[in-house]
């Protein structure tokens, strides 16, 4: 890194008082700054601001660190982040420089995860839940006896609901997507993650109607019963059932119909 040898970039005194030790003083350079007009001075000095203030900005990255995204790309987030404070800033406000590029670089890293980390967009509330979820656990990991904090314990040191802290660990892992045609994991015959996955029975959509009919089934006629059954479960033709009742195949038609159309006229009742 070069170093600026203008007299307003000059190390903090002793005696002055300033959030970090080892801060620049460039309150005089940012005053120089707004007087300035746009030129290859106004350019240097911008410069040498923006890495007097670096090791601020890198020490900010630092503490997103394991997060899925390297140390060096988070270090570039946050100098854009501290070239926007330096743009941004207005000393005649009279706010130190670092009390206004702290959460100006801490949101640019911020937003750096929610814009570019997540494969699919998930829900700010979410995000939230899961970086407390992941405070609490890194907390829990110091005093637990070698063992995984509980979902319960969690939620208690979080101070969320257990359906909060499972909704924020099940975000943990949110990050990236894996497509249904990916090949699973020690597979050589390209078994795909979608050759494993279920789906609906179509079986199930007839479950509930079964079960609503079974009690009207068991007040009809002995006959009638016998004849749903042989049709519909026997899946014999009406000319057969005819034939093994004794009756006409028209006769059997007539009484499938009479008892198909009261059992949905009676079940349709009992549902309203």
Known sequence: MRTHTDASLRPVTPGQRHPHDDAPDTAEAFVRLCDLPEGPERTELRRAVVEAWLPMADRLAGRFRNRGESLDDLRQVAALGLVKAVDRYDPELGNAFESYAVPTVTGEIKRHFRDHMWTLH???????????????????????????????????????????????????????????????????????????????????DTVVDR???????????????????????????QSRIAEQLGISQMHVSRLISRCCDRLRDQVLADAA
């Not at 405070?135 to 969320?160: D, K, N, V, W």
């Not at 079974?214 to 026997?234: H, T, V």
């Open 122 to 204: 998930v829900p700010r509330r979410v995000q939230d839940l899961r970086n407390r979820v992941r405070f609490a656990q890194h907390e829990l990991a110091q005093t637990a006896s070698g063992r995984a904090p509980t979902l319960s314990e969690i939620a208690a040191h979080a101070g969320m609901t257990e359906d909060e802290a499972k909704a924020g660990l099940e975000a943990l892992e949110s990050f990236t997507a894996l497509s249904l045609d990916a090949e699973l994991p020690g597979s050589d015959d390209g078994y795909s993650l979608a050759d494993v996955l279920g789906a609906a029975d179509p079986a199930l």
């Open 211 to 237: 079960e609503a009919v079974k009690p009207r089934l068991a007040e009809l006629p002995e006959r009638e019963q016998r004849i749903l059954y042989m049709r519909f479960f026997g899946d014999m033709t």
